[in-house]
């Protein structure tokens, strides 16, 4: 199974099993994205974005490797602040059987991080699960 992974944190493989079950195995394909989310409507606006997408390749790096530690073939990438734009990105290039997107609580969220990705399933055509994930 190919899998596509949003997460704006770093996740290992136990809390991924979490969300998708019996279907992440030995051989899946995991394609993590991390999107460069600001964490304030503020910091969007008026700061560099080298803080947010510095965090989000973190959050990837951190992700692959403990996916690869567990026996689990992975990639990673960091994506757009937008996350459904970074979704549209990245399965532009990798055709994935199921996303699953990870994101705060809410009231715990990033500036815009679940941004468009209500309708994620019928504007991708692809299952998607949905997993809240803390800081």
């Known amino acids: 199974m190919k899998l596509l992974v949003l997460t704006p944190e770093p996740i290992d493989a136990a809390l991924l099993r979490s969300a998708v079950g019996e279907q992440l195995t030995d051989g899946s394909e995991v394609l993590v994205v991390s999107p460069a989310t600001n964490s304030s409507k503020l910091a969007f606006w008026v700061s560099d974005p080298d803080d947010a997408i510095a965090e989000a390749e973190t959050a990837q790096v951190d992700t692959v490797e403990r996916l690869e530690e567990e026996g689990i073939d992975a990639a990673g990438t960091t994506g757009e602040s937008e996350p459904a734009v970074a ?3 990245a399965l532009a290039t990798f055709a994935a059987d199921r996303i699953v997107i990870f994101s705060h609580p809410e ?7 679940d941004a468009g990705l209500a309708d994620a399933e019928s504007r991708f055509g692809v299952p998607v699960t949905h997993a ?3 800081r």
């Open 132 to 134: 809240v994930i803390s």
């Open 87 to 89: 979704l549209q990105d």
């Open 107 to 113: 009231g715990d969220r990033d500036y815009r991080e």
